[in-house]
């Protein structure tokens, strides 16, 4: 071989070489992309804070450790409140919360976390991933520059701990209620003054006083935080929360730069989390409201059925009025409520007729 | 530089290449494994058919080509009802189907599609992903070397076609009417006779009366087979299905082959395309349900509610004696009878008791 040919030789290789360096950091064991996760929940809590980690968990596995995402519990970082800006500003690549606790700055996200007397988990996902919504979502919050995904769903709520009876709506005047988004414009509206709370600070305030009551989840997490040992009475339903949806949030320039392949695991992952959520509060939350009940002497009761009825009327008119507020509001209200009225529709000849079948009252 | 010099360079660039090679081929747009999907639908089948379709997208797109998944209609291949043979044998890495097609082979299975009053498409979930449903499932499937995952959900099926009015259980009798698995069990109590036909069968065997009643699944795939064509009434609600899950069946030794982050994604591909099959079904299934009314004059009626409560009596004497007919059934209905037990209490209070106030009856 004479030296030209060994240098031409050479010259191949090293493009064929360079070429190939991409692939190799790609497959390479250590993180490409050291990802972090903020979140509102207490680290490791029960469901949320569970539910953040099995989201980072799935990334992490699924990319063969090409993404590593690391969870902080809230004010581990940033405070519980403020994962949004945190994603928002790149400080995290990722967040974790629900829409109603950052209304302030994008209103329209709380049509995404929970509407009074809206829709159901399963009904969430069919409106966010097949009925449109998932669009006016990512719409809503890429001013942000945040790309959001259902990132859990706890189903139905429960509608709240007391220290007195609720037996008609009157009784609603004058209470302190930690309850946010919507549902807390709801209250209001019947009287009552709705007080916006993370999760941790929720036992604290109703043990001392600061709050006469509160909602929390349901029952699995509401035993975690021992809400029972300061309020004695446990209503249902939650109609201020009838499938609250949690978000995943992203940082779109971190997103952008990810090959497709991990695009698509980061999105599937938020998919496997959102219905990893349910399931587990699906198979958890009737042991720990036996337990409330039998080890713990909460008192559980339905809400009188004209409550709840007076209570739909506030909520139809005081959803309605919020999203006039601003334009996004009115496009993602629109959308919400065709789908709501359809839903209702399919669901009284089908979840709704097999249950009431199946376990009649 | 010396020659010596360029051939060493040359030697080291070499190894580095050589060692480059493999990802390279990891990385390559050639599938380092190409896996068969079999499924018991009619290719593209809305809902179904592009079901297994998803599926099999989703692992194509995650895992970046590695694996390159092709997806099978019925009779493409192999039969409709012969996908779980296929994927046993190996003749197919995956397969898309329903549990009770092959009760023949493995009775266990049908409590994993769909039980008479049993379990919703969310508390299926809950019972499979997080209440010990699919460590059963998969013991019940291991010895055909096949490792099922759910893999789509119907929701509540609709009760079925008819030509004549239900009014009384007596009108079931003597009714020849195709219905799957355990539904079918059931049907036989009441008198009628059960026909197992896969999807694609149905319309032309109502239509020819060799059968003279079916149920499918619901509004917007029972459109798109036309039944209305070849009968009248549609009843509801689906009590033989309340949330039928679809499965996912894997080869063992072509998923033992694969490494660790290819099975993450392939099982993680089930679990979202699971998610997204229920979320179409919601968002589609009432704009099917009011064409069927207006456009194609259906006769909508909901079972009454003494034939519900009857046939829930049937169904449960009939589910627990068929569960008695091997161990591995009986272990599985032991199973599935305590998670439906607490879900019933629980969604007494949450899913059905909100469903009730949001819609009164």
Do not use: C
């Not at 839903?343 to 089908?350: C, G, N, P, Q, T």
Request: charged share 20%.
């Amino acid at each position: 071989m004479q030296l030209k040919d060994v240098i031409k030789k050479l010259a191949l290789i090293t493009t064929v070489a360079s070429v190939l360096f991409t692939p190799l950091i790609v497959q390479a064991a250590s993180a490409e992309y050291k990802w972090k996760m903020v979140t509102t929940w207490p680290k490791n809590f029960p469901g949320l804070g569970t539910g953040a980690n099995d989201l980072a968990n799935q990334i992490n596995e699924m990319s063969n450790g090409r993404i590593q995402v690391k969870v902080y519990g809230a004010k581990e970082l940033v405070g519980a409140l403020e994962v949004f800006d945190a994603v928002s500003r790149g400080t995290a690549e990722m967040g974790h919360g629900a829409g109603y606790y950052w209304k302030g700055k994008v209103p329209a996200g709380q049509f995404f976390a929970a509407v009074p007397f809206g829709l159901t988990a399963q009904e969430m996902n069919g409106w966010i991933y097949s009925g449109g919504g998932l669009e006016l979502w990512q719409e809503a919050y890429a001013p942000f520059g945040i790309i959001p995904m259902p990132g859990g769903n706890t189903g139905v709520q429960m509608g709240g701990w007391f220290n007195k009876e609720i037996k008609t709506l009157d009784d609603l005047k004058g209470l302190k209620m930690r309850i946010p988004g919507l549902g807390g414009e709801v209250l209001k509206r019947a009287g009552g003054t709705p007080v916006l709370l993370p999760g941790g600070e929720i036992f604290p305030a109703l043990q001392s006083g600061a709050i006469d009551a509160t909602e929390w989840v349901g029952p699995y997490n509401d035993m975690a935080f021992g809400l029972y040992k300061a309020a004695k009475y446990y209503y249902y339903p939650g109609w201020h929360e009838p499938g609250t949806t949690l978000e995943a949030l992203i940082n779109k320039k971190a997103f952008d730069k990810l090959p497709k392949d991990l695009q698509a695991i980061v999105l599937n992952a938020t998919k496997v989390a959102n219905s990893n959520m349910l399931a587990e509060y699906t198979a958890r939350n009737n042991a720990a409201l036996q337990s409330l009940i039998t080890d713990h002497k909460v008192k559980l009761l339905p809400y009188p059925a004209e409550v709840l009825s007076q209570l739909k009327t506030l909520s139809d008119e005081v959803v309605a009025e919020e999203a006039q507020k601003d334009e996004m509001s009115k496009k993602v209200y629109a959308s919400y409520i065709a789908f709501r009225d359809q839903a209702v529709d399919w669901h009284a000849v089908s979840e709704q007729a097999y249950l009431n079948a199946r376990n009649p009252e």
